[in-house]
């Protein structure tokens, strides 16, 4: 059974830094990787996804990075700003099988940037 | 290209109604996912559907819970009897026909709330 683990559960940082969430999951048979950002009370906004076969994407000032087979991704904001203040989730979608579809979440990293 | 439509956006029943909740996919997407995210947990996958057919229901309660994808309109999700431990946000996703990327991407969420 995959499980999907995100470290720090929280994080506060004052605006400007460059910081980095944790994402690491237990069965490394993955298609994909997605990072979400949920805002409080909303739904969830796609960031970044990266393939099985990719190692990292780029989107503005977020970078994410795939390590499949030590079961590890990181998600890299640059310059982090207080609009960044959300709730960041990690998914895997495991490869092939019945459960083709299925997005396995973890508990998501508070992310708190103060001015 | 309109997201992913969900209604309603806030649904309040007391024990034992029923609550339909409708999922209406991107435009050209063809498979609908279902998750579920209960208070202080993080989201679980509950069913993923296709045109007319239910392809893993692995996440589904067994009993009051139903859910269809018919060939003409939307996706419903169906809790008869509710309960207050059904009480959680209710989020669909849809993704394009199965040919490379498989993004996921999500609706705002339906809030449930049963009294």
């Known amino acids: 059974k995959q499980e999907v683990t995100q470290i720090p559960a929280a994080l506060s940082v004052p605006e400007g830094e460059n910081l980095v969430l944790n994402c690491s999951f237990t069965?490394?048979?993955?298609?994909?990787l997605q990072w979400f950002r949920q805002d409080p009370g909303k739904g969830l906004t796609s960031l970044l996804l990266?393939?099985?076969?990719?190692r990292e994407q780029t989107s503005g000032r977020l970078n994410a990075s795939l390590d499949k087979s030590s079961g590890r991704s990181t998600l890299y904001i640059a310059a982090s700003q207080p609009g960044d203040s959300a709730t960041y989730l990690c998914?895997?979608?495991?490869?092939?099988?019945?459960?083709?579809?299925?997005?396995?979440f973890g508990q998501g990293t508070i992310l708190t940037v103060h001015p | 290209n309109a997201g992913v439509m969900q209604n309603p956006r806030h649904l309040v029943r007391r024990r034992g109604q029923e609550a339909r909740l409708r999922c209406s996919p991107m435009?050209?997407?063809?498979?609908v996912y279902w998750y579920r995210q209960l208070p202080e947990e993080g989201l679980k996958f509950m069913v993923y559907?296709?045109?007319?057919?239910?392809?893993?229901e692995s996440g589904m309660p067994k009993e009051r819970f139903s859910a269809e994808f018919p060939k003409e309109g939307p996706s419903i999700l169906r809790i008869q009897q509710v309960v207050r431990g059904d009480s959680a946000a209710y989020f669909c996703?849809?993704?394009?026909?199965?040919?490379?990327?498989?993004?996921?991407?999500f609706g705002p969420g339906t809030r449930l709330t049963v009294l």
């Open positions: 996703a849809s993704s394009p026909p199965a040919s490379g990327n498989n993004e996921q991407f």
């Open positions: 069965d490394s048979a993955i298609y994909n």
């Open positions: 990266i393939q099985s076969s990719q």
């Open positions: 998914a895997v979608k495991r490869a092939g099988g019945t459960s083709y579809g299925k997005l396995t």
């Open positions: 435009k050209g997407h063809s498979h």
């Open positions: 559907l296709q045109k007319e057919n239910i392809i893993d």
